[in-house]
């Protein structure tokens, strides 16, 4: 089976564009998390989505977004780039909303120059 | 505020035993993952512990003491391959709806 697929693997953009990230969790699970991670830090929890419904949201500003389709897959969509949005944006999905055990994908690389 | 302490490196030899402790205060306290992430790479869910005591997982055991806010993560019979960054992670909402990571352990084994 297909683990969790985040697309694209990298990307650069100019501060003040627009960016949409694609995940697809893997077959059956229900949950997709986002999360931020910056060099030498832990994840930094953005969003959750349940049954296409979300769940929470982390502390984040308003240029953050997403949803997440029928099929489960997921969109996060981060308007006005900064500097500070590069990082790597990891995709994670799990059976459940229970976030204890989350499977992840390999990130999408965001570079804003 | 939330917060989540683990040493910021440890370091080991092949065939050694390491324990890496994370202590946390949060708003809520439903359960405390592990997370394996090597370089490059996306993390990978090791264990969960949502009740007290020791989850045995082959070479990895998590350990968890809510009374004490306190867990550990110990890895025997090290490898090269176990060279990684761990991190510990509370899920603080029942709903499962937010999951704080701490900044990681750098772990190093040698030969």
């Known amino acids: 089976d297909a683990g969790v697929t985040q697309s694209p693997t990298h990307l650069i953009k100019t501060r003040g564009q627009h960016v949409t990230l694609r995940c697809s969790p893997i077959s059956g699970h229900k949950s997709v998390s986002w999360y931020q991670q910056v060099l030498g830090q832990g994840p930094q929890f953005i969003f959750q989505y349940y049954e296409k419904e979300e769940r929470g949201r982390g502390n984040f500003p308003d240029r953050f977004s997403a949803r997440q389709f029928p099929n489960y897959s997921s969109e996060l969509n981060v308007n006005a780039l900064l500097l500070g949005d590069s990082a790597l944006y990891l995709c994670a999905s799990s059976l459940t909303g229970e976030m204890g055990e989350q499977y992840f994908g390999p990130g999408t690389r965001l570079t804003v120059t | ?111």
């Not at chain 2, 080991?12 to 306290?29: H, L, M, P, R």
């Not at chain 2, 370089?39 to 020791?54: H, I, R, V």
């Not at chain 2, 070479?59 to 550990?72: C, E, M």
């Open chain 2, 1 to 111: 505020g939330q917060s989540l302490e683990q040493p910021s490196e440890v370091t080991a030899v092949e065939g050694a035993i390491v324990q890496i402790n994370c202590t946390y205060q949060t708003s809520g306290f439903y359960g405390l993952s592990w997370y394996q992430q090597h370089d490059g790479g996306a993390p990978t869910f090791l264990s969960y512990n949502a009740l007290d005591g020791l989850e045995e997982t082959g070479r990895f055991s998590s350990f968890l003491s809510r009374s004490d806010s306190y867990g550990y993560l110990l890895l025997q019979e090290l490898q090269m391959k176990d060279s990684a960054s761990y991190f510990c992670a509370v899920r603080v909402n029942q709903a499962g709806t937010a999951l704080i990571f701490g900044k990681g352990t750098t772990l190093s084994v040698s030969s």
